[in-house]
């Protein structure tokens, strides 16, 4: 079970951090990742991490402003979301792959339910 929190509203420039906590059967984590989807767009990966923390990915349009975490000790992923624009507002959800594919695929296994970050201008 995957559960996120840490949305709200912001405004633009502004940071949030997104938490992930992950319960169940997390020894056979092996890559986490945070996707967000906007009324009519495909759901987009942002950032993913493998659960050892040796590899990280992040979509360009966040590049140099998110930054994916985890600690292991809680089970937790987090997403650290500084200067945040307009067209970052979304519901943002994680997920979790017990399989360890590619750091940059979308498909993963389990799905939290979304957050929703609101940036207003």
């Known amino acids: 079970q995957l559960q996120a929190s840490g949305g709200g509203l912001v405004q633009a420039g502004g940071s949030l951090r997104l938490s992930c906590a992950a319960s169940g059967r997390t020894f056979s984590l092996r890559r986490m990742g945070w996707f967000r989807q906007a009324p009519g767009v495909e759901r987009e990966l942002v950032a993913a991490?493998?659960?050892?923390?040796?590899?990280?990915y992040y979509a360009d349009s966040v590049k140099g402003r998110f930054t994916i975490s985890r600690d292991n000790a809680k089970n937790t992923v987090y997403v650290q979301m500084n200067s945040l624009k307009p067209e970052d507002t979304a519901v943002y959800y994680c997920a979790a792959d017990i399989v360890g594919r590619t750091i940059s695929t979308k498909t993963y296994d389990y799905w939290g339910q979304g957050t929703l970050v609101t940036v207003s201008s």
């Open positions: 991490i493998r659960w050892t923390g040796i590899s990280t």
